[in-house]
């Protein structure tokens, strides 16, 4: 009878077991997230490897897949990954090995690759059984004594093989070839670094193990280059670091922060004064292909005005080369644009979150990741030593019963000829252990030559010899950090600064400092608009310098509030009755083909508030700022720019005042007028000049508020215009009985001044 497909039934029970929705979840989560940390997306400090990386790693040796033999196909090894180490897909670990072999992706490369294996510019790699792959003499040093017992093993997935927790590891691996991943609720993040400065630091920590991590970064001027500590992250690709000292060391000190990276580039002279700019180096991670798209969309969109075309001019060497408009382009003021709107500037995060001891994930500086490296190879070099010293023992106990063998070769041939068992009749006649008596057994009749006893003494005094040399190296600790000092002085010899892997790419650089204005410029393509905006707060730019406003159109209810001809690259100050300013791109505002849009919808406007005026941005000029009931004060227009959509506040007014009038300060006094139609007139230095406040009153009034006010050079005289446009000026000694202190009530207006109680 087959096996029934129907649960059992007792009868009371559907044998449906009740499980907690809330519990059952938070189980499986934790397992999966913790799953996901440990075994998938971060490295160990030790070996700096993630388990994929180490499982192809240790695959390839048992291929014996070492720098001096044949390369195999990847296939053959990705097969061996999967079947025996790796129980997931085989293009997951097909990407990993190609990555360890990419030299832009990885500082030093672990896998030696022959074949297509992708390149910067993101093709993707031939398939794995068209490749081939071999190990480089950084994975040799990776594995360097993993046959030695100087590391755990555990079973594999199935139980049917067994790979290493970690590597023996005597290259930093984790530094040097940086890693990155994202885990479960936590990421890492590590750039490259170069070798040398890795191991000048783990010297200098073994030598002074309370060392900081500004001991660890110190540079002495005109040093040795072999002792040149870590500097900063040293990518694949080269570019220029612009991260300032200060940020590197925090960055360092505390496993958390970034670095700005640019790409390498230089002006190339092309003969009557034509110039093109040559990008050498890109940074970091960024495709090229995905670059130079991201330029010529710019370039489409007129946002790079200052360049006329792009080219990829690359064989194996990068080269990019980037054409201006004209020679009069400012290269410095071109490529700063770029910098600020493509990749040819990144930012690289530092979040050093590593599996600390392969068990603790944790945030370390770069103090505690050299250290726990450092521990690690102690700890292999005690291991090895152990192993070393086992051998040892057990091939002089061999030796020490071949020795008693040759002194009584005669007895022994004897025994074995007469004696029925001639192993145990040796082990009791010449009080051998069990392991001598078979090594007796199983010696060759050629080993019976005179010669052979004289190089086993000799090699019996060698092993004794090493054997002591160990064991002082095992009661020692001083002596087993001058030994790891002396392994590490060995590796950074071999990857040096002065060799084609060990020297330094990326260069470190302060940024230029350059005017904004000039930037924001050379970002927008000039062209002239005009301004347009509504009673209703509506804003729009017409292209060109428009002669005439009266055929402007509008929504039904709306009308004009004002209109003024700007640039596409001028900034738009707009004041609203709340008292702040907003600033707007000219080249950002909605074009003119309709009405345009609502200014809230640009910017985060008070829905309370309207607006008071806007005019273009003038970094030179101040203003003088009124509020209705007469408060004011002068600001500089410099310090009112907003670089939020939020907008800044720059007077304080509180309902029901508000801010009325904005006008530009282009004498030395102020005329205001009331709308109880009285005039006051006083000199403007009697005007605060503030960044931010209510500002002082500027007339008094028993009630209503400011009608209008002007600024206007007293030599000069006030001049105002009538109803009709005809204009009427006043000098000096006529304003006499209008000249005031600020602050007092005035007198009643001229005769022939307009009834709107404005001056124009």
Not at 593 to 614: K, L, W
Not at 724 to 741: H, Q
Request: charged share 30%; hydrophobic share 40%; net charge negative.
């Amino acid at each position: 009878m087959g096996k029934s497909l129907i649960p059992p039934d007792n009868g009371d029970d559907d044998n449906v077991e009740p499980v907690d929705l809330k519990a059952a979840l938070e189980e499986r989560y934790l397992a999966y997230a913790l799953s996901t940390i440990m075994h998938r997306a971060l490295p160990d400090v030790r070996d700096g490897l993630k388990p994929v990386h180490r499982r192809i790693m240790h695959a390839m040796r048992l291929l014996r897949l070492s720098p001096d033999q044949a390369y195999a196909k990847c296939a053959r090894i990705v097969g061996e990954v999967m079947g025996k180490f790796h129980p997931h897909g085989d293009q997951s670990i097909y990407d990993a090995l190609v990555r360890l072999s990419q030299d832009f992706a990885v500082r030093y490369p672990v896998v030696d690759g022959q074949g297509n294996f992708g390149n910067i510019d993101g093709d993707n790699p031939a398939a794995m059984r068209y490749t081939e792959a071999r190990m480089t003499d950084v994975a040799m040093l990776l594995l360097e004594g993993i046959t030695e017992d100087a590391v755990d093993f555990r079973p594999t997935y199935n139980e049917e093989d067994e790979e290493p927790i970690v590597l023996p590891g005597a290259f930093p691996n984790l530094l040097a070839n940086g890693s990155s991943g994202i885990a479960v609720g936590m990421a890492t993040s590590i750039p490259p670094h170069n070798v040398s400065e890795l191991c000048a630091a783990a010297l200098h920590l073994i030598k002074y193990p309370d060392a900081t991590v500004e001991e660890l970064m110190s540079q002495a001027d005109g040093e040795d280059p072999l002792k040149t500590k870590v500097r900063g992250p040293d990518f694949p690709t080269g570019g220029i670091l612009v991260e300032s000292a200060d940020a590197i060391l925090d960055a360092y000190k505390t496993g958390r922060g970034g670095f700005r990276l640019r790409a390498r580039w230089h002006v190339e002279d092309q003969g009557r004064g034509t110039w093109i700019i040559v990008v050498s180096e890109i940074p970091y991670q960024v495709q090229k292909s995905r670059l130079i798209e991201k330029i010529a969309e710019l370039m489409i969109a007129k946002k790079l005005p200052l360049l006329d075309d792009v080219r990829d001019e690359s064989t194996e060497d990068v080269r990019l080369v980037l054409e201006p408009k004209s020679r009069s382009v400012n290269p410095d003021i071109l490529m700063e644009s770029l910098f600020k709107l493509t990749e040819l500037e990144t930012r690289f995060p530092l979040n050093m979150n590593v599996l600390s001891n392969g068990k603790v994930p944790n945030v370390l500086s770069l103090r505690d990741v050299l250290k726990e490296w450092l521990e690690h190879r102690k700890d292999v070099l005690i291991r090895r030593s152990c192993h070393r010293l086992s051998e040892i023992e057990r091939r002089l106990e061999i030796l020490g019963g071949m020795l008693i063998a040759y002194l009584n070769i005669d007895e022994v041939i004897r025994i074995i000829r007469e004696e029925d068992e001639p192993k145990q009749e040796m082990i009791r006649r010449f009080e051998l252990t069990d392991v001598q008596a078979e090594a007796i057994l199983n010696m060759r009749l050629r080993s019976l030559r005179k010669l052979e006893e004289f190089e086993i003494r000799k090699e019996f005094e060698g092993l004794t010899t090493e054997k002591h040399e160990i064991e002082q190296l095992l009661g020692s600790e001083p002596k087993q950090w001058q030994t790891i000092s002396w392994q590490i002085s060995e590796m950074q010899k071999k990857y040096a600064p002065d060799t084609l892997l060990g020297k330094r790419r990326t260069t470190f650089a302060d940024a230029p400092q350059h005017d904004l204005t000039d930037i924001h410029h050379a970002m927008i393509e000039k062209e002239p608009v005009t301004v347009v905006v509504s009673e209703k707060g509506w804003l729009r730019a017409m292209k060109g310098h428009l002669p005439d406003f009266s055929a402007l159109t509008f929504k039904e209810g709306d009308k004009l509030k004002l209109a003024f001809h700007a640039e596409t690259t001028d900034r738009i100050l707009v004041l609203t009755t709340g008292g702040k300013f907003y600033t707007i791109g000219a080249n950002s505002l909605p074009g003119g083909r309709g009405h345009g849009e609502p200014i809230r919808i640009i910017v985060d406007m008070e829905n309370d508030q309207d607006i008071v005026t806007a005019f273009v941005h003038n970094p030179e000029r101040k203003l003088l700022l009124s509020s209705h009931v007469g408060n004011g004060f002068i600001v500089p227009e410099a310090e009112i720019i907003a670089n939020t959509r939020k907008g800044k506040q720059v007077m304080n007014v509180k309902a029901p005042d508000e801010a009325r009038h904005c006008i530009p300060v282009t004498g030395d006094s102020v005329a205001i007028i009331g709308e109880n139609r009285k005039m006051l007139v006083f000199p403007l230095t009697e005007v605060p000049e503030l960044g931010r406040g209510k500002g002082v009153r500027l007339q008094r009034y028993k009630d209503g508020g400011v009608s209008d006010i002007r600024v206007f050079t007293m030599a000069q005289g006030l001049t105002w215009q009538d109803a009709s446009g005809r204009s009427f000026t006043r000098g000096k000694l006529e304003l006499l009985e209008w000249v005031g202190p600020r602050a007092t009530a005035g007198r009643m207006v001229p005769k022939g001044f307009p009834r709107s109680g404005k001056f124009s």
